[in-house]
């Protein structure tokens, strides 16, 4: 099936739940926020009132209209368009034999990349889902994640053209749309691991919340691997250490300049990160953090700035960037919404000390924020086999590819 810029109304109409739209429409009618609604806890200051949610285009950008001359590059670094076309496009998985595979969280469908005939094709590999964020790719078995089950497709690649119906394997996940979409990744355990966020933006949840779970490949087996855990939409593993690192993103409504998004990593499993009664492992919550102590949760391993959105990571493991990118983790940050002035909406590397805790943060892509509006937002990042990084932009439909050296082809 040959991509659709057509985006089916009543997935509109879900997307608008986290939409400004929305937003706007209940505070003009004092009606009261919906559950989970990121505007619950809004200062009635003047300035706070203003701030919302950003909503992205509803169809993806035209090739000719994306922002590739605004988005700047470390000297011998080039970026380039490595596909359009497909709204919403978000997390990215690679199969073996090189087709990419990219989720969306607002539209109903799952895109696959191929190369045909020395050009790149989109095409429509699965529709009718409800927010399949997730993909993740394993043996010639592609797994999506949607709001409340994850899913697999046996043989994908042999079968793009008329792909199957994706058989569900795991629906025991709660159903809440604040944080309810979901990265996933397979581990170097061979299970797949699966976020649970907390049901609103500073909340005192359940035990099925605020954590990371991992399930068999065939879904059983669940087990916590993580607590405390606000919001994450990304994570990787040390290829050296075998540890989990994810990023994490920070309440909102603190203040403008705290907390800031944490990058964290998993040491043992069941450890608790904190969230909601500690943030940025130094920062008590006001309204929670009553009777506890920071000192009681696993601290950060890095900060990552504050409300930058920190979502998709990867370690490198590639040759063709510099030494210095070789085992250190690019990530990339969507952009904050609840700052008068912007933070994020960028892609960094996160250059690791050697006892595996952040040294810096180092810009490899920057102008997808201009005059502090956003003309582009970066979601996942995603290496090639040539060691080139692609990068998923919701915001234009679009997956850019990042590579250093001459130019050439990517290598698949």
Not at 137 to 144: E, H
Not at 212 to 230: H, T
Not at 296 to 321: I, K
Not at 358 to 367: D, R
Request: glycine share 10%; with cysteine.
């Amino acid at each position: 099936m040959r991509i659709s810029s057509s985006v089916p109304h009543s997935l509109l109409l879900a997307g608008a739940f986290i939409g400004v739209l929305s937003y706007g429409a209940f505070a003009q009618t004092a009606q009261p926020l919906p559950p989970g609604s990121p505007l619950i806890g809004r200062p009635d200051s003047e300035a706070a009132q203003k701030l919302a949610p950003v909503a992205a285009p509803p169809l993806a950008a035209a090739p000719d209209k994306l922002p590739l001359d605004k988005l700047k590059v470390p000297a011998g670094f080039h970026i380039e368009v490595y596909a359009a076309g497909m709204p919403n496009a978000r997390s990215l998985a690679l199969g073996d034999k090189g087709t990419v595979f990219v989720g969306s969280r607002t539209v109903d469908k799952v895109y696959a990349i191929v190369n045909k005939d020395g050009k790149r094709e989109v095409k429509i590999i699965a529709s009718g889902l409800y927010r399949p964020n997730g993909v993740a790719f394993k043996n010639g078995t592609l797994y999506i994640a949607e709001l409340s089950k994850v899913s697999k497709i046996d043989k994908i690649e042999d079968n793009l053209d008329n792909p199957p119906k994706p058989t569900v394997i795991y629906d025991n996940l709660p159903k809440d749309e604040a944080h309810g979409w979901k990265f996933i990744a397979i581990g170097p355990d061979n299970k797949l691991y699966v976020p649970v966020g907390q049901p609103g933006n500073n909340v005192l949840h359940d035990k099925d919340h605020g954590q990371i779970r991992r399930i068999n490949l065939d879904g059983s087996g669940a087990e916590v691997v993580a607590l405390g855990v606000r919001n994450t939409v990304g994570f990787d593993w040390n290829p050296e250490t075998k540890q989990l690192y994810f990023t994490d993103n920070g309440r909102d409504w603190l203040s403008e300049d705290v907390p800031n998004d944490e990058l964290n990593r998993v040491t043992k499993v069941g450890e608790d990160f904190g969230a909601p009664y500690c943030y940025q492992g130094n920062i008590p919550d006001p309204e929670f953090g009553w009777g506890h102590s920071c000192s009681e949760f696993t601290p950060p391993v890095g900060l990552m700035g504050p409300h930058a959105a920190s979502l998709g990571m990867r370690f490198y493991t590639g040759n063709m960037f510099p030494k210095s990118f070789k085992d250190q983790i690019i990530i990339a940050r969507h952009g904050s919404w609840n700052r008068t002035k912007k933070f994020g909406g960028d892609v960094v590397v996160a250059h690791l000390n050697k006892d595996g805790t952040v040294k810096n943060l180092e810009p490899i892509v920057t102008g997808f924020l201009q005059d502090n509006k956003y003309v582009g937002r970066p979601v996942d990042v995603m290496q090639l086999k040539d060691g080139s990084m692609l990068i998923s932009d919701d915001w234009n439909g679009a997956v850019y590819r990042v590579f250093y050296g001459k130019a050439k082809v990517a290598a698949q």
